[in-house]
């Protein structure tokens, strides 16, 4: 750890870099941010920097009236700001009460308690996700996308292709590496696959990822957006994530010879998110937007279920590449690029782990089209529909233990409330579907 | 010649030989019949060394094979062997000594009986001649032969310097006062093996021109005072050579490190030595296994823990290059004398003694040596404590060995000269213990055997002869009794020392070192601790003398609790009031637990010590048998009215009455701090005292009120307890719910009655409500007919009349805990006998009386919440809090008390027991319940008991919260985990609640 403190004090001379920004990231994975300059720097190491908690969304009430955020210095980057002269460095923060203890309401520190817990299991968690987004003419009114494209065209002078190409490098250039990169299903719509790292580095990646992906487009004169339904007749923006538990160099999901080379330790993981799935779905989609997407048909999955290459469900088991035990994994269907990445990991692997403690059976594979099976098929094959809204996915993880104790009860507290209140400001509206269809009829 | 008659089993036994006739058969054995014929008489002389032993049937059966050995191996020169057995004394007890003590290494031995010649010639080396020794060992070989490897080179070179130290250990004539020239010795063999090892590494890996590397030594080896068997702990350090690549060098010295490590861990044919654990070095086992100086620098300068300055303490260059040793040194050894004036650094050392005292599988308690208070450990650790509070102004304190530096804090006047003496002495004890344990196979571990066998060698060992097993039992009992007093020693008196003068003419902590010491010790406000010590310890009374002694005790039981400070400040004003009372110094002095309950309470409890300091002679049922029992109310109440009646003035008669009260709150408060009294018992206990006082109160305003009118009121006066007084589970700061009755004699008429008992009442609500030293009492009349716009007391017909025709249902709840408390008992029982019907209502109740209950909670929760409270954690009106609780169980109680009759009682969790028993509520759902609204009352009534003011919520502040978490039974510092547990308790609460009192409805 000193020598990443050693290479920020020295990159801070030799690139003459005048702030440093300190992120860290509010319940509702809004990224915060507080600029110190270099020589406060060696302060903010030794005991953190204090801000007002009760100011940010989340860190409620008197316990966090005083708060430190203490930078990770194995997390500082330049940022890539073009033309940012002299420069800027970022780096992640944990919170800290003024005891120096963690803070209970710190969502990095969620997924921080919860990686520990698998470490005492044996495992790490490594995460690969793929963020999906839309590019737009602007952020305002009616969204026009910036192009006509479809799924891997090759759009000629298309601003997404100038667009994923200076973001990639900003990335790169951030250290965040990308697998891959493409036009997505959707006019305007991009993904950006990021390359496979441990939970916490990926969960800090995307939120350094969604600030550069805005950055880059305004720079470009456009808009981008993570919300997870723009248009209501195209795929909305999904963060399909493949997951894999490792124990020490070995991958724990791998077992060759088994019905997809899934270990036992898999598939009860498996068990465990679709078990525990109709109650942290309100982390993992947390906006009422997100329930458009995920009720939306197409690739989005709406049902409880699992499958080999099955794109219409929650957990598809890829392909096994021969010779490729380490890269064995599954893909978690229902995040959206809009969740909060920390706490949304935090119980994908709470669900997980409780599966394999308590030696879940995993139930049998679908194989069929969910959307295209009749509601009484599905009931028959014992298919359970997620949650259909923001209201219906907040009720059912209010009576969540795992998710209680993953997120830490005031966390818990303070999402259900402030879910609450965005589903009544929603149910508020009287929106442009009922003024069409209703008051020309009553 | 043949042995002569004496040596019979029987003398064999005086002798100390167990099993004597394998022993006489033994001494037949042609190999000590071969020694016996080169020097007549030398096979008594035999006999008589061996039974000198810690073990001779050991020595002798180990001799035996040793000769066989010797004799089959050419180079092993048996005939040296023997004319060393048989000639020079000292030779011989050396090498039967060894045999006796050690079954390991007589194994050794008999598998290299070459080396029975670094036994006999054993001496003390110098570290560069062991270094030189086991460096020529991997080193000289001839690359040719690959037999035997450097590692086993290395082991056996190695045990071959052990047995040396061995026999000169085992053969001294006080081997405790020996102990450190040992330890150092054995700390000096690590080093020379870390060295050799470092060479063999070295010289495999290559590119020795590109890089420096050196190991430090940390713990124990580090210290210079090791044990037979023990992990060595090291840290490495590496630079690149002048000109080259820094990464890719420190890549090599990583495998060099790797690489040493395994050439002394490794278990090959020849054995291991220890394992090397490099585990103390930066970032733990996550760290990188080499750093550079500069790396090493930053570390600690900016992430290193409190602890691991502590472990710097005692680093040492131990081997590989000299210079980059010393660098390092030069480059960390400054900040362990900085790290006391650390932020954090009391918190941590705190969180550090915890650990040390952390309990030890109590199988195993009685026999630790090593862990546990008063363990090796906790001596060490002490002495560290001390080196780097005090260490940071005195150069003279930083020694790396314990007992230098403990000696040296004597000489300082940090510690006790005599405390100092006693400790060295105790800590030698134990030590040598552990060295003869480990001994005799070589084994790692800490405990004092168990089996006859091993701890009649062990007594032997230590030169106890008649009945050695029980006589180092009880050595090593004496002892650690002394260690066990090691934070009194060490921390405390020399505190004491530093205000008054104990011994003449020694060194004394000078009042700055003091400070330091009392804030390191958790004392917020040094300055004023000083104070107080002061005033309690100087003068010549009796009472400064005995508190001179006490008190060092007394102080660690302060430093333990929440908030030291304010128990010694308590401490200090309670003697002062009691000053020279005879039963209180007694008590203080002689009961133990009495003044341990005393000091305890103080620090964990404002309430507690406000009560005391405002009654002082309260201390006095510390002393009692039986003292923290609560008492019944009837005594209770004989004490006030006794009290009361020797008072003319009301207003003194209540005062007096309030002082008995007061002496009960300290009793029940002191038994729930220190006994465990329990939730159900605090509250019954609490009912009992309230009731009580009640009793006296309305008989004293009675007694006014006669006197005035100069006739008897000619009325009966009832009060009923309500709410938790009715219930029996009052808590420190519930008020008292109330309903008043009266009921006029023959002659009296209505109007008449109505006057004198409202003006009995309001006398009586006047007396208990005036401020005063105990908390003042309010009698809250709001839930009677009519609340607040109704009279404050109605006749029992008057109840009668609004009963039939106008009650809600809320009356009806709230007489479901309707408990008659003080007044007339025929009054009580014709009262009672009106309001069963009432509260337990013939059919249930129906549809709109439930939704009018249901409706009146849901109001309650909008509206009567306090601004600003918090609604997930607020106790009494919270969701999941206690008045959801009582409303489940007191709608089940209106719904079906009249078909179950265990559903008719006052008490809340007797209720919800009895719904339990019927089936009405499902176990799960009355655990949920319980378990909320214990939670809640306890964690109120300790937030009353740390504070003295009542604490409505969980406490937001963080140190609050760790107190009242620590009287709740949480470990110290949960504050944090305090409102995390309550919530999920009070939410678990809630998700029944909802279900059963508000019947699932669904939210929208």
Known sequence: MDRQQEFVLRTLEERDIRFIRLWFTDVLGTLKSVAIAPAELEGAFAEGIGFDGSAIEGFTRVYEADMLAKPDPSTFQVLPWRGERPGTGRMFCDILLPDGSPSLSDSRQVLQRTLARAADMGFTMYTHPEVEFFLLEDGKGDPTPVDQGGYFDHVHNGTGHDFRRQAIQMLEAVGISVEFSHHEGAPGQNEIDLRYADALSTADNIMTFRTIVKEVALEQGVYATFMPKVFADHPGSGMHTHISLFEGDKNAFYEAGAPYQLSTTARQFMAGLLHHGREFTAVTNQWVNSYKRLWGGGEAPAHLTWGHNNRSAMIRVPMYKPGKSQSTRVEVRTLDSACNPYLAYAVLLAAGLKGIEEGYELPPETEDDVWSLSDGERRAMGIKPLPASLSEATELMENSDLVAETLGEQIFDFFLRNKRREWEDYRHQVTPFELQRLLPRL | ?1004
């Open chain 2, 1 to 1004: 010649m043949a042995l002569r008659p004496s040596s019979a089993p029987a003398r064999l036994v005086r002798l100390g030989f167990i099993e004597s006739e394998r022993a006489e058969r033994l001494l037949r054995d042609p190999q000590i019949l071969a020694l016996g014929v080169t020097e007549s008489g030398s096979a008594d002389a035999l006999t008589d060394a061996l039974a000198e032993t810690a073990d001779p049937d050991l020595a002798l059966v180990t001799l035996v094979r040793l000769l066989e050995a010797a004799e089959a191996d050419p180079e092993a020169d048996v005939s040296g062997l023997r004319a060393a057995l048989c000639g020079d004394p000292i030779s011989r007890d050396r090498l039967v000594g060894l045999l006796g003590a050690s079954s390991a290494l007589g194994d050794h031995l008999v598998t290299h009986p070459r080396h029975w010649r670094a036994v006999v010639d054993a001496r003390w080396l110098s570290t560069r001649e062991r270094i030189e020794a086991l460096v020529a060992a991997v080193t000289g070989r001839d690359p040719a032969t690959a037999d035997p490897t450097p590692d086993d080179a290395l082991r056996v070179a190695y045990r071959q310097q052990m047995v040396g130290i061995v026999a000169l250990d085992v053969t001294a004539p006080d081997p405790v006062a020996l102990l450190p020239t040992v330890a150092a010795a054995l700390a000096d063999l690590a080093q020379a093996a870390l060295e050799a090892a470092t060479t063999l590494a070295i010289a495999e890996i290559g590119d020795a021109d590109q890089y420096r590397f050196a190991v430090i030594g940390m713990g124990k080896s580090g210290g210079r005072e090791l044990n037979y068997v023990s992990d060595v702990d090291v840290i490495f350090v590496a630079e690149p050579a002048e000109g080259a690549d820094e990464e890719s060098a420190l890549a090599t010295a990583t495998k060099v490190a790797s690489r040493m490590m395994q050439a002394c861990s490794a278990s090959t044919p020849a054995g291991s030595l220890w394992p090397v654990d490099a585990a103390l070095r930066p970032e733990g086992k996550q760290g990188p296994l080499v750093r550079t100086v500069a790396s090493h620098r930053h570390y600690y300068e900016r992430w290193a823990k409190t602890w691991e300055f502590q472990a710097l303490l005692k680093a040492r260059p131990m081997a590989g290059d000299a210079d980059l040793g010393r660098a390092y040194l030069q480059a960390v050894q400054p900040m362990v004398w900085e790290a006391a004036s650390r932020e954090h650094f009391v918190e941590d050392v705190q969180a550090m003694r915890r650990r040390v005292e952390e309990h030890v599988p109590s199988a195993e308690a009685k026999r630790q040596l090593k862990l546990g208070p008063g363990g090796l450990r906790d001596v060490e650790f002490s002495v560290q404590l001390l080196q780097l509070v005090h260490g940071r102004s005195d150069e003279t304190l930083r020694s790396r060995t314990t007992l230098e530096a403990l000696t040296a804090l004597a000489a300082g006047g940090y510690v006790g000269r005599d405390d100092a003496a006693v400790l060295d002495k105790a800590y030698r004890l134990l030590r040598t213990l552990e060295h003869r344990i480990q001994l005799h196979r070589m084994r790692r571990t800490h405990l004092m055997p168990t089996a006859t066998g091993d701890l009649r060698r062990l007594g032997r060992a230590l030169g106890y002869r008649a009945d050695p097993a029980t006589e180092v039992a009880r050595r090593r009992e004496s002892e650690a009794r002394e260690v066990r007093q090691i934070h009194e020693k060490l921390f405390y008196r020399p505190l004491l020392a530093s205000v008054a003068r104990l011994t003449p003419g020694e060194a004394r902590l000078s009042p700055e070192a003091a400070r330091s010491r009392l804030a390191a010790l958790g004392f917020a406000d040094p300055a004023g601790a000083m104070r107080h010590l002061e005033a309690l310890t100087s003068g010549l009374s009796r009472t400064a003398a005995i508190q001179r002694q006490i008190l060092p005790v007394l102080l660690g039981w302060f430093a333990e609790e929440a908030a030291p400070d304010d128990g010694l400040l308590a401490f200090r004003q309670v003697s002062d009031a009691l000053g020279s009372t005879p039963w209180y110094l007694k008590m203080l002095r002689d009961e133990g637990r009495a003044a341990e309950i005393l000091s305890r309470s103080l620090a964990q409890s404002w309430l507690v010590s406000n009560l005391l300091v405002a009654t002082p002679t309260a201390a006095q049922i510390l002393g009692e048998p039986h003292g923290l029992e609560p008492k019944p109310r009837a005594q209770i109440l004989q004490r006030m009215r006794a009290a009361a009646t020797r008072k003319e003035d009301p207003d003194e008669a209540i005062a007096a009455a309030r002082g008995t009260r007061r002496r009960e709150l300290f009793r029940i408060g002191v038994a729930d701090l220190q006994d465990g009294l329990g939730l159900a018992r605090v509250g019954e206990a609490l009912t009992d005292v309230a009731a009580a006082l009640v009793q006296t109160g309305l008989e004293v305003a009675t007694r006014a009120a006669e006197t005035r009118l100069g006739e008897p009121l000619g009325i009966d006066l009832l009060v009923v307890g309500m709410g938790r007084f009715g219930g029996g589970e009052l808590g420190y700061s519930s008020d008292l719910d109330v309903l008043f009755v009266h009921r006029a004699h023959a002659g009296v008429d209505e109007a008449t009655a109505q006057a004198r008992a409202t003006e009995v009442i309001t006398e009586l609500r006047r007396l208990l409500g005036t401020p005063g030293a105990d908390p003042p009492v309010g009698l809250d009349a709001d839930l009677r007919p009519e609340g607040k716009a109704g009279p404050i007391t109605r006749s029992l017909e008057s109840y009668r009349t609004y009963y039939e025709r106008w009650s809600a249902t809320w009356e009806a709840q709230a007489l479901l805990r309707a408990t008659p408390v003080a007044g007339d008992e025929q009054l009580a029982a014709d009262f009672l006998e009106l309001i069963d019907p009432v509260r337990w209502p013939a059919d249930g109740i129906d549809e709109t009386q439930l939704r009018e209950v249901r409706r009146l909670k849901a109001r309650m929760e909008a509206e009567r919440m306090p601004r600003g409270a918090d609604r997930k954690t607020h106790f009494k009106l919270g969701q999941g809090g206690l008045s959801d609780v009582e409303w489940t169980i007191q709608l089940l109680q209106l719904q079906h008390a009249h078909e179950i009759p265990g559903l008719r009682t006052t008490s809340t969790l007797g209720a919800l027991q009895a719904a339990t028993a019927t089936g009405l509520v499902t176990s799960d759902d009355a655990q949920a319940l319980r378990e909320a609204w214990e939670l809640a009352s306890e964690t109120r009534n300790a937030g009353m008991l740390f504070r003295g003011r009542p604490v409505d919520s969980v406490p937001a502040d963080v140190r609050t919260a760790d107190a009242v978490g620590r009287i709740v039974g949480l470990p110290a510092g949960s504050g944090q985990e305090l409102a995390n547990l309550y919530r999920r308790k009070a939410r678990h609460a809630r998700q029944v609640v909802d279900r059963l009192f508000y019947g699932d409805v669904e939210r929208n």
